[in-house]
């Protein structure tokens, strides 16, 4: 079955950075793009960033371009999530999302908070 799962979550200050990263598992992952959201307490789950099979392709919110970069690396089933000059609006918990033969997968999702 497939399985997402999140890790690198943490709290830091305001201006700082954190890695996040989540292996994949129960499918093909070079196959399939994969997804960074986000979802901070009282607010809808937004998309942060996504990333194609092979990694040619990225697109962000506008709320983190420049600041988050996502990657992937099909060798270990992991996508990641660089995330530099971090704001009190960044907190939230983040999750990986793959979309594998029309079924939605998500993580248990990881913790982001950013304060000083």
């Known amino acids: 079955q497939v399985q997402l799962v999140e890790a690198g979550g943490g709290s830091v200050q305001p201006g700082g950075s954190l890695r996040l990263s989540c292996v994949a598992s129960g499918f093909i992952f070079r196959n399939y793009a994969m997804n960074w959201y986000r979802q901070a307490p009282g607010k809808e789950r937004e998309l942060v960033a996504g990333?194609?099979?092979?990694?040619?392709?990225?697109n962000y919110a506008d709320s983190v371009k420049g600041r988050f970069t996502i990657s992937r690396d099909n060798a270990k089933n992991t996508v990641y999530l660089q995330m530099n000059s971090l704001k009190p609006e960044d907190a939230a918990n983040y999750y990986c999302?793959?979309?594998?033969?029309?079924?939605?997968?998500w993580g248990q999702g990881t913790q982001v908070t950013v304060s000083s």
């Open positions: 990333i194609s099979n092979l990694g040619t392709s990225t």
């Open positions: 999302n793959v979309r594998v033969w029309a079924i939605t997968y």
